[in-house]
């Protein structure tokens, strides 16, 4: 096959021409299908394009298999971070009425917090090459977005809590004096609850 120029290789025998298909013609039986840079008459391009939401996208290639009159042939067309629409080169040329399809490989990573929706579209299931232009195929995938969830901040400040904080009295229980030895301090809780507390 032969490069982005669209000349056949060196080895190959010279393309005879028919009507409605210079250059192309089976030779013994043998059809020669070239890869063309651009577009082409009696040639199929395939472009790709993404919908959807293309936040904190960064790129990303996409495969494909172009069947053309029972042969394949793979393609990749990379897609970078501006999101912007690509097309192939262009395959042929192809005999007038040659039926074209797409089908589309696995898909690249969508990104972080991003999915794919459902299956890629299709403008067309297949194409026919008419005489003297390019046929096209365009494959859509729409992709989804989702913003993270923020973490919340603490503020440092405990809900419902107001004024200064302070040590409830202390109280000493009759009969126990009032010397350090035997003093029992009562400690009142905010709540009512009481504790006693022996400094011995």
Do not use: H
């Not at 669209?6 to 013609?25: E, V």
């Amino acid at each position: 096959m032969a490069g982005a120029s669209g000349a056949p290789p060196a080895d190959y025998p010279a393309a005879a021409s028919i009507p409605g298909n210079p250059g192309g013609a089976p030779i013994d039986g043998q059809a020669q299908v070239f890869i063309l840079s651009g577009a082409r008459p009696d040639s199929f391009t395939v472009s790709k394009l993404l919908a959807g939401d293309l936040t904190n996208w960064t790129g990303g290639t996409y495969n494909f298999t172009v069947t053309c009159g029972g042969t394949s042939q793979s393609v990749s067309l990379t897609i970078g971070a501006n999101g912007k629409t690509v097309t192939s080169n262009a395959f042929g040329p192809y005999a007038p009425n040659t039926t074209c399809s797409v089908t589309e490989g696995t898909l690249p990573d969508a990104g972080a917090n991003a999915s794919w929706v459902n299956s890629p579209s299709y403008s067309a299931t297949s194409v026919s090459i008419a005489a003297n232009q390019t046929a096209t195929i365009t494959v859509t995938n729409t992709r989804t977005y989702t913003p993270p969830t923020p973490t919340p901040k603490p503020t440092g400040a405990v809900a419902g809590a107001t004024g200064t904080p302070s040590l409830p009295p202390t109280t000493s229980l009759p009969g126990q004096g009032g010397g350090p030895n035997g003093t029992i301090l009562l400690l009142l809780g905010a709540l009512g609850a009481a504790s006693l507390a022996l400094i011995s």
